[in-house]
T-cell receptor
Framework: EPEVTQTPSHQVTQMGQEVILRCVPI?????FYWYRQILGQKVEFLVS????????KSEIFDDQFSVERPDGSNFTLKIRSTKLEDSAMYFC????????????FGNGTRLTVT | KNEVEQSPQNLTAQEGEFITINCSYS?????LHWLQQHPGGGIVSLFM???GKKKHGRLIATINIQEKHSSLHITASHPRDSAVYIC????????????FGKGTLLTVNP
């Protein structure tokens, strides 16, 4: 069965550094999402992406964050200057037809900012 | 702003028991998702529903739109069902944003 794949599974970075989290959504999916889960807390929506543009973003997704689909298969989340509070598990998800269809999640990237 | 509440937060059961996890939300929604998160962190989508009832194997999800409430039932529970179960709601005028509950940690003992 097709899967959403995320790399790396664990990323350690120093505060102030830029990180790029990578995701390969399922190939026929058109809608892409990033979520994060700080340890012990709820999963939170960050951003949705469709037709090569952001369709919706949360208040968490400030100017430090950006998303890109650089080559038609990868979907990336960039954090420009990481802060300690960015430490979390970041999940990529994709769906065929927005939230009217089931979400498929990747296994997540655990980001640790030191 | 939609608030999504789940109960119970923790649930311990013996193998074979019937399990119910509840989810309530504060504003009208267009769909509700039930998700399963295993200890390693990966999330699997179980159900997406906007009305009525859905069944997949031993899992049943129901939703009552008028009462703003959904339930996830597991029949004949098994230790491999041990996981965190999360409900997430789409609504409030948003097409893309899901609001998540805190999750219910289910432990099924053999």
């Amino acid at each position: 069965e097709p899967e959403v794949t995320q790399t790396p599974s664990h990323q350690v970075t120093q505060m102030g550094q830029e990180v790029i989290l990578r995701c390969v959504p399922i190939s026929n999916h058109l809608y892409f999402y990033w979520y994060r889960q700080i340890l012990g807390q709820k999963v939170e929506f960050l951003v949705s992406f469709y037709n090569n543009e952001i369709s919706e973003k949360s208040e968490i997704f400030d100017d430090q964050f950006s998303v890109e689909r650089p080559d038609g298969s990868n979907f990336t989340l960039k954090i420009r200057s990481t802060k300690l509070e960015d430490s979390a598990m970041y999940f990529c998800a994709s769906s065929v037809q927005g939230l009217g269809s089931p979400l498929h999640f990747g296994n997540g990237t655990r980001l640790t900012v030191t | 702003k939609n608030e999504v509440e789940q109960s119970p937060q923790n649930l311990t059961a013996q193998e074979g028991e019937f399990i119910t996890i509840n989810c309530s939300y504060s504003v009208g929604i267009s769909a509700l998702h039930w998700l399963q998160q295993h200890p390693g962190g990966g999330i699997v989508s179980l159900f997406m529903l906007s009305s009525g009832k859905k069944k997949h194997g031993r899992l049943i999800a129901t939703i009552n739109i008028q009462e703003k409430h959904s339930s996830l039932h597991i029949t004949a529970s098994h230790p491999r069902d041990s996981a965190v179960y999360i409900c997430a709601a789409r609504g409030g005028g948003s097409n893309y944003k899901l609001t998540f509950g805190k999750g219910t940690l289910l432990t099924v003992n053999p």
